[in-house]
Each structure stands twice: as structure tokens, then as C-alpha cells.
């Protein structure tokens, strides 16, 4: 069955360039009508320009689908509330957000500056919370939404000299794991990508022999599939160089110890069962490893849990 995003309308953020430009094109080459967001700064954030915006809708449109350009600052709310009026007016409804816009100011923590680390989160967390605000109140009463975070190896498992980067990252996850609770009865399903490509952003970051591996063209296919009709949700993709696979948090089953028993030497003496993987489960809200702790404490005390 081929996935198409005809009757679709999808804003992605900070498409001007490399991987946001690689997902508008594709959206729009499978129907979709795409509002192309760049603020068109460079890779550190600074300055602005919509001419990388308006390039790419000129491809979209010489390829005979529909876009339009939009230079909204992501940071600011005012201007994502605009944007998402504007799709509004123009085509009735936004089914899909791309939540793509990002800028990096690598540092090692002992060195960066506490600006600089507010001036990440703002753009990849902020920004996402801003244009997920913007879109949540119309995905609800059109009871259908597709949302994606864009997350990042550093967030998930730490990168050196990107705090800043790897904390906005991760914080995109919790955004989401909350998102899917209230959206779901909405019709709503938010998801993440974790792509790994050459761009602007990265290019002087990888090896330049695997250069031609990591297209962004690599990475596109999770995210058509992410916001995908029949797509999944809470699902987080990690997609490079033709590579996907699923990146999951889990939690060992862990061990219920009586109340003398409840001290860090006894902790330590289990360490092993206590972090034993054989028991690992996934949770789907912060409820079920609630519902497991006092269930283990029920076991434990031979009690029966209403
Ligand atoms: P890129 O630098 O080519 O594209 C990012 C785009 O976001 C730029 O066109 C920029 O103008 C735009 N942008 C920045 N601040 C903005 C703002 N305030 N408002 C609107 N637009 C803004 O970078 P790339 O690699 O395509 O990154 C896309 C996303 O993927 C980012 O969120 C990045 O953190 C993430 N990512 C990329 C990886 C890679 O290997 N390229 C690895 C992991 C995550």
C-alpha cells in the first residue's frame, strides 16, 4: 500500500535546508500541501533570511505540488500562531507538524556560556512547544493530528560538548510521552525522529569518506512513515544512512525491600538484582511504574491491592 498525504495539510519547521528541505519536498511529492517554516538563520541561529524557504517551495511547485514560504521565528509565539493562520485560511486545516527547526552552539560544559545553553533549548524546545501549542486547539477539533519531535542521539544517549543540545533533545521526549496522553482521544499521535545525516549542521562533525551514506533522503522515509495515516505513536525512529531502527526507555522490574531493609548498603548488595535487564518493561505513563512499585510492595507485604 503507498502512503500518501493527499487532502493533507503539513507545516514543517526549518525546512530551508538540509533534513526539514528533504521532508517538505517528499510530504509534497505525496500530496500533501506543506507550509515551508525557515527562519533562514546560519547553523548557530544568527541572522535571517526567507530566500532558503521560497527556494524550496519553487521546487515543490515546479514538481507540481503546493507550498508556500513562511520565515516564522519558532522561539516566537506571536509569529507560529500567524503561520498557522495563515495554512489555516489558505487550505482550512494542518493535519501534520514537523517539529524540525534547530540551531546548535557546541560547547563543553565547563565552557558555555549560560546564554548560549538558554538560546538551544529555546529554539528546539521552545520551538517545538510553541508551534505544538499553535496546532493543538484545530488537531483536536478536527479529532486528527500528526506531530513529530525531532530528538537526537545526544539527547538520548549524550554527545561531548552538547549539554545544551542533548537537554533540548530529551526534552522534546518528555513534551511528547505527555502529548500522546492528552491527544489521543483527538485522533491525535505524537511521535519522534532520530536521523543521522549529513547537513549543514553536522557535515564537519562526520567522517568525510561516509559523507555520501548519510543523505537526508535516508532519513525521510521514518518521518513519512511517523506522520503516516495509519503510523504509530509514542514511537521514537533513530534513521541514518538506510539504517532505522526503534529507540525505547526501559525499566528493570526492579526489587521491593522491607522496611528495615530500605538503606543504600542494602540497595547496593542487590545492585544486581535490582538492575537486572531479564526484567525490563516498557511503561507507557508515569502511572505504570507507580502501579508497579506498589504492586512489588503489596507482593512483598502480602497484601492485596484494591
Ligand atoms: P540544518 O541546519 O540544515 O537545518 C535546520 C534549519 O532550521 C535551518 O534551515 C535553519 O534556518 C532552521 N532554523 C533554525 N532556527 C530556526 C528558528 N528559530 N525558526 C525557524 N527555523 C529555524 O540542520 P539539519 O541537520 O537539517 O537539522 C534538522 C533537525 O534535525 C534539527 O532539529 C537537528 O537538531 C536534528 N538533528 C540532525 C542531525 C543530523 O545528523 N543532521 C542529528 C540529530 C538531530
Redesign the pocket.
Known amino acids: 500500500m503507498t502512503i500518501r498525504f493527499d487532502g493533507k495539510v503539513a507545516i514543517v519547521?526549518?525546512a530551508?535546508?538540509?533534513?526539514?528541505k528533504c521532508h517538505a519536498i517528499a510530504l509534497a511529492a505525496r500530496g500533501a500541501k506543506v507550509v515551508v517554516?525557515?527562519?533562514?538563520?546560519a547553523?548557530d541561529?544568527v541572522g535571517a533570511s526567507s530566500e532558503?524557504a521560497r527556494a524550496v517551495v519553487a521546487e515543490i511547485e515546479a514538481a507540481g505540488g503546493e507550498a508556500i514560504a513562511n520565515g516564522?521565528?519558532?522561539?516566537n509565539y506571536e509569529q507560529v500562531e500567524a503561520m498557522v493562520n495563515e495554512a489555516r485560511e489558505k487550505w482550512g486545516r494542518v493535519d501534520i507538524l514537523v517539529n524540525?527547526?534547530?540551531?546548535l552552539r557546541d560547547k563543553s560544559f565547563s565552557n558555555v556560556e549560560l546564554d548560549d545553553f538558554g538560546f538551544v533549548l529555546d529554539?528546539?524546545l521552545m520551538?517545538a512547544v510553541n508551534c505544538t501549542k499553535a496546532v493543538w486547539p484545530l488537531m483536536r477539533e478536527q479529532n486528527y493530528g500528526r506531530v513529530v519531535m525531532?530528538t537526537?542521539?545526544?539527547g538520548l544517549y549524550g554527545n561531548f560538548g552538547q549539554t545544551n543540545y542533548g537537554a533540548a533533545k530529551m526534552g522534546v521526549i518528555g513534551l511528547m510521552n505527555t502529548l500522546v496522553l492528552e491527544g489521543g482521544k483527538y485522533g491525535i499521535r505524537v511521535n519522534a525522529l532520530?536521523?543521522?545525516?549529513a547537513?549543514?549542521?553536522?557535515e564537519d562533525l562526520m567522517p568525510e569518506n561516509l559523507l555520501g551514506l548519510l543523505k537526508?533522503e535516508s532519513v525521510t522515509p521514518a518521518l513519512l512513515y511517523l506522520v503516516s495515516e495509519d503510523g504509530p505513536n509514542r514511537t521514537i525512529i533513530t534513521a541514518g544512512a538506510g539504517t532505522f531502527a526503534r529507540s525505547i526507555v526501559y525499566e528493570t522490574g526492579g526489587m521491593w525491600l522491607p522496611e528495615e531493609d530500605q538503606t543504600p548498603e542494602k540497595i547496593a548488595e542487590h545492585w544486581d538484582a535490582i538492575s537486572d535487564p531479564s526484567t525490563q518493561k516498557e511503561y507507557t505513563s508515569g502511572n505504570d511504574q507507580t502501579q508497579n512499585m506498589l504492586t512489588k510492595a503489596a507482593e512483598g507485604l502480602g497484601i492485596k491491592l484494591q
Open positions: 519547521t526549518g530551508g535546508n538540509g533534513l526539514g517554516n525557515d527562519l533562514g538563520g547553523r541561529g532558503a516564522a521565528d519558532v522561539t524540525n527547526a534547530g540551531v529554539v528546539h520551538g525531532t537526537s542521539s545526544s532520530s536521523p543521522c545525516a547537513t549543514r549542521m553536522t537526508p
